[in-house]
């Protein structure tokens, strides 16, 4: 149980277009989803916070208009990388928690982006 | 805000023997602790974790950790590592508050070579 799927694995696009990352979680809902970045050989940081049905929360320093995030349902959130530039090649790892009160992230995959 | 320090970036370990990878965090209240590893293509999978109770925790493969508040430590052991376990390691924190709305801090990893 508690699988987190991405799609896709991984992208390439060039430079100026807008790239979707989808995050599902199969077997259970969650309230809760995160989305973290992964540079090359270095740990993960917390990008944003989105709960179901409402705006995300974004860490300092992450620009909202660029990362735009929807968490439309209990399954499924989305993180739309908007105008891509190569600086924003980077793994995508998004994770998703159950029910309010529930304890653990389970993490997706992760999703490889390279912007030409 | 809190923190998380792997003084360990790398370490090589020989097949059979033990293994200890070290973490510190800096948080003023109780943490929820965890250690994720992570293999490439995988995404990362939660090896064990710490909220409250009994500061020897087991985990998944083999592992545990042991809460040390005085030395704000949470290392991982394993008392006999096999090569499927090079891998990279991750702790964190999460300072849940019950709401199910926090991220995790991670730390910078901790890269494991297993020697034959």
């Known amino acids: 149980g508690a699988v987190v799927s991405q799609h896709p694995s991984w992208v390439i696009c060039k430079s100026g277009t807008s790239v979707k990352i989808e995050c599902r979680s199969l077997?259970?809902?969650?309230?809760?989803m995160f989305w973290y970045r992964q540079f090359p050989k270095q740990s993960l940081m917390l990008m944003a916070t989105?709960?179901?049905?409402?705006?995300?929360?974004?860490e300092q320093g992450v620009e909202k208009d660029k990362f735009l995030i929807n968490h439309a349902s209990l399954t499924l959130s989305t993180l739309t990388v908007t105008s891509a530039h190569p600086e924003d090649s980077s793994f995508y790892i998004c994770?998703?928690?159950?029910?309010?009160?529930?304890?653990?992230?389970?993490f997706g995959p992760g999703t490889r982006l390279t912007v030409l | 805000a809190q923190s998380v320090t792997q003084p360990d970036i790398h370490i090589t370990v020989s097949e059979g023997a033990s293994l200890e990878l070290r973490c510190n965090y800096s948080?003023?209240?109780?943490?929820?602790l965890f250690w994720y590893v992570q293999s490439p293509g995988q995404g990362l999978q939660l090896l064990l974790k710490?909220?409250?109770?009994?500061?020897l925790v087991q985990g998944i493969k083999g592992f545990e950790a042991e809460f040390k508040r005085s030395q704000s430590s949470f290392n991982l052991r394993k008392p006999s590592v096999h090569w499927s376990d090079a891998a990279e390691y991750f702790c964190?924190?999460?300072?849940?508050?019950?709401?199910?709305?926090?991220?995790?801090?991670f730390g910078k990893g901790t890269h494991l070579i297993i020697q034959p």
């Open positions: 989105s709960n179901e049905g409402s705006k995300a929360t974004y």
């Open positions: 994770s998703a928690r159950g029910l309010v009160g529930t304890d653990t992230q389970y």
């Open positions: 077997d259970f809902q969650a309230t809760t």
């Open positions: 710490y909220f409250s109770g009994d500061t």
């Open positions: 964190a924190v999460d300072h849940f508050s019950g709401g199910g709305a926090d991220g995790l801090t």
């Open positions: 948080y003023g209240a109780t943490p929820y």
